[in-house]
């Protein structure tokens, strides 16, 4: 095996440092291999990487969640007397008076790798860089006529970190390279108000050719690593501040972490497995990159970038001057496919909202959460072609299934699923007590899509029969039983959210300290997100009963129940309507756009099957971004995109990644939830923590932007922008399990099709975006011309198209 070529279009260039002081984690470049992360950030002289394993929690606090079920009916009563405001607190306070004080919990950070490299004359020729293609990290720069470098990448093969110094020219590497805890500093919350606790009982020993370091975690196990360092032509001496090499060519360090075991065993059993290890980078690197580039690979993005090789901060100055440069489009999309690739592995936990780089003690948004940023970060997955992934999602779930049928019980007195909007790998129990968590009942049937749409991207049966099915058995029966009928005939959802926002009659803006700010009150009935929702899991049910042959004697019931779902509404503004119920009015002004689940991430409405309907949510959505613009965030801005993507506006789509790009990017091109400089996009915080969701979110609207499929339906370059007038992408999955490699030229007017059915013999219908072909630009406009074709298991199908005079097969 050899090196794979590295790609300048697939890597992360910088030519800055991150910063000195604050939290410089958050300017790191990440690597990871699913379950443990590291993340390089520093100078030339001393450099951190900070190691992070999944598994690795604390803070902690799951006592028995009390039985506060016999509240629901004062709850409801309260909101059919229009008293939301007394209806809202009625759970929260109940949790209180009854002594239940749980705590979600934090990543704990694992621990530092420190190296410090003394200098003897100023730096120069200073670069880091990250290939998305290994997920190797490079920092090099200049000392006198010596090259340094010092690269790292995380085995997906072994579990172990691996970083090497290297040097050439006259000088030699010297060097101190210790373990010790996260970095003190960053025990400070992200907004500066909390000191958080440090691990306790540290401790650091050498023993040649090892460096063995432990903490303790806040339940009393210990966590740790053992490194063994490996200096060629040189030398290496236990130190007191840690392990000194001198006169080396090149120090080879590997490192691998344990969790909650025993220091001292943990140390003897790691460093046995580590002497049976290869010494040599190279051998360690490439198997572990042909399995990371295997999955990286599978779909590529090009748009014939031409400065493919600026750096970050280069391509960021030219997205601040109003579009987001040809490249840094290219490296956002692979940027975001990377960093789940990093932070996803079957029999894992799913990406949280800051991957495996949390680098705060008290991590702020760092756990799971439904209720909109673990499904943006998986939206790629399936039309990127890694279903593969998401399994790291319905393993999660599935281990946590009995803890949210208690929440279904104690909450509700209902049978079936509650799944929290957020959730940490310990518990899946509520332990979040502000209203709209509590009353927002949508989260399993929305990761329920999750389990389906594998289904339909991959045909996997037993999947489908095993895991899917009875996941979606368990949602269903809590709409049948939480759901009450109204006497129209029809559901009503209440308690009810729709995540996060107030309603308009509840929306009071206050001026405070020169900003006008919203008076939050989320608790309502008949969320139009609650109904979309469910009538989603009713129909996926069905419909995969059918096809398997199981629950036939339960299809009747469903469908009976199916038929209670009130239609969608559109109020006076020809937006469609946030909330059913009459006493419920809309608010523009918040950054979810949770009312538009029908059309995406839904399927469910389309301007073919209801054009009257679909305009309606193009309304909606248009408020938001035009009247709501200043309570926006990175991740909505990224929502939004793939909103417009999926209603055919290109133009649209790319706009807000470019509003993401000039105002929530770092130069790492990390995310962050809102513009963190006061520029008047996104809403005011006084600080931006990370959130990885919105590099997801970019990935996943390119994506949209190239392919809209449904089972038998196909749509090719539906909201393609005009400036990216020639390119190519794929294979991208399309549900029914078709791979589609695709090449367009807007000047030519061509688009060349390649489509490969990988599960069965099946009829589909194509669907092309006409106007691009007649060179009218990027939104089709209702353009499109359709054929029928009929694809065969296993053979490729090439179709070329060419200008308006080739509309035939």
Excluded at 177 to 200: G, K
């Amino acid at each position: 095996m050899t090196r794979p070529k590295s790609n300048r279009k697939n890597k992360l260039i910088l030519k800055y440092p991150s910063s000195v002081w604050g939290a410089r984690w958050k300017e790191a470049l990440p690597s990871g291999n699913g379950s443990i992360g590291a993340a390089v950030y520093g100078g030339t002289y001393e450099e951190t990487v900070m190691i992070s394993h999944e598994d690795l929690w604390w803070q902690t606090t799951t006592p028995e969640m009390p039985d506060v079920s016999d509240k629901l009916a004062e709850v409801r009563q309260l909101l059919m007397a229009d008293k939301a405001v007394e209806a809202d607190q009625v759970y929260t306070k109940a949790f209180q008076e009854r002594g239940y004080s749980p705590s979600m919990g934090c990543p704990l950070p694992l621990g530092d790798l420190k190296i410090y490299m003394p200098g003897k004359q100023a730096f120069k020729a200073y670069s880091r860089s990250l290939d998305m293609e290994t997920g190797e990290v490079v920092v090099s720069w200049k000392d006198g006529e010596t090259q340094f470098e010092r690269a790292l990448f995380v085995s997906r093969k072994q579990d172990i970190v691996v970083c090497e110094i290297r040097s050439s020219g006259s000088g030699t590497i010297e060097s101190l390279i210790s373990l010790d805890i996260h970095d003190r500093n960053d025990a400070r919350t992200a907004d500066n108000r909390v000191l958080s606790p440090l691990p306790q009982n540290m401790e650091m020993k050498v023993e040649l050719p090892f460096i063995q370091y432990a903490a303790s975690n806040d339940d009393g196990t210990d966590f740790g690593a053992v490194a063994r360092v490996i200096p060629f032509n040189g030398q290496a001496l236990a130190d007191l501040d840690g392990l000194r090499v001198s006169n080396a060519d090149c120090v080879l360090i590997i490192i691998k972490p344990f969790i909650k075991r025993n220091r001292v065993e943990a140390w003897l059993e790691l460093s046995n497995e580590l002497l049976q290890m290869e010494d040599n980078y190279e051998q360690l690197f490439i198997p572990h990159a042909a399995e990371h580039g295997a999955i990286f690979g599978a779909m590529t993005f090009d748009i014939e970038a031409e400065d493919q090789g600026s750096s970050n901060e280069e391509l960021l100055l030219e997205a601040y001057q109003g579009e987001a440069p040809a490249a840094l489009m290219e490296k956002m999309w692979a940027y975001g496919r990377y960093l789940l690739i990093s932070s996803s592995r079957e029999g894992g936990h799913p990406c949280s909202l800051m991957g495996l780089w949390c680098g705060e003690y008290s991590g702020y948004w760092a756990f799971n959460m439904v209720n909109e940023n673990l499904q943006m970060n998986y939206w790629q997955a399936l039309s990127g072609n890694m279903p593969e992934l998401l399994l790291a999602v319905f393993d999660y779930f599935d281990r946590l299934i009995d803890d949210f049928k208690e929440n279904a019980r104690k909450l509700f007195n209902c049978r079936g699923i509650y799944i929290p909007a957020p959730t940490a790998p310990d518990s899946g129990l509520l332990k979040t007590l502000y209203p709209h968590i509590i009353y927002w009942t949508g989260g399993a049937g929305w990761v329920a899509q999750h389990y389906y749409d594998y289904y339909l991207h991959t045909g996997d049966l037993v999947f489908l029969k095993q895991r899917a099915l009875p996941f979606l058995r368990e949602t269903a029966l809590f709409y049948l039983d939480f759901f009450t009928i109204g006497a129209d005939g029809f559901f009503i959802s209440s308690p009810s959210n729709s995540p996060e926002n107030t309603p308009g009659n509840y929306w009071k803006e206050e001026l405070k300290d020169g900003e006008y700010e919203g008076v939050v009150m989320e608790t309502t009935i008949n969320a139009t997100m609650d109904f979309a929702i469910a009538k989603e899991v009713f129909t996926h049910l069905i419909e995969g009963s059918k096809i398997t042959g199981f629950h036939l004697e339960e299809i009747t019931d469903w469908e009976a129940n199916l038929k209670r779902i009130p239609d969608y509404q559109i109020n006076e503004d020809g937006a469609v309507k946030e909330w059913m119920h009459p006493y419920f009015t809309d608010n523009y002004h918040h950054r979810h756009q949770s009312h538009l689940y029908p059309v995406f991430p839904g399927t469910e409405v389309t301007r073919e099957n209801n054009p009257e309907l679909y305009e309606a949510f193009i309304v909606a959505l248009n408020k938001r971004l035009i009247i709501g613009l200043k309570q926006q965030s990175g991740w909505s801005l990224a929502h939004m995109a793939n909103i417009f993507a999926r209603m055919g506006d290109g133009e649209r789509a790319i706009e807000c990644l470019d509003i993401l790009s000039r105002s929530c990017l770092l130069n790492n091109f990390y995310t962050l939830s809102n513009d963190w400089r006061g520029m008047g996009i996104g809403m005011d915080m006084g600080w931006a923590p990370f959130q990885i969701d919105a590099n997801m979110g970019w990935s996943a609207a390119i994506q949209e932007m190239l392919v809209f499929s449904v089972p038998g339906t196909i749509s090719i370059l539906p909201a393609i922008p005009k400036r990216w007038r020639k390119g190519s992408a794929g294979p991208l999955l399309a549900r029914g399990g078709i791979e589609i490699l695709l090449s367009w030229d807007q000047r030519a007017g061509t688009i060349d099709v390649e489509l490969l059915s990988k599960g069965s013999d099946q009829e589909i219908q194509m669907v092309l975006n006409e106007a691009m072909l007649l060179d009218q630009g990027a939104n089709s406009s209702g353009l499109s011309k359709s054929f029928h074709l009929f694809l065969v298991q296993g053979i490729k199908q090439t179709f070329n198209f060419r200008n308006s005079e080739s509309f035939k097969l």
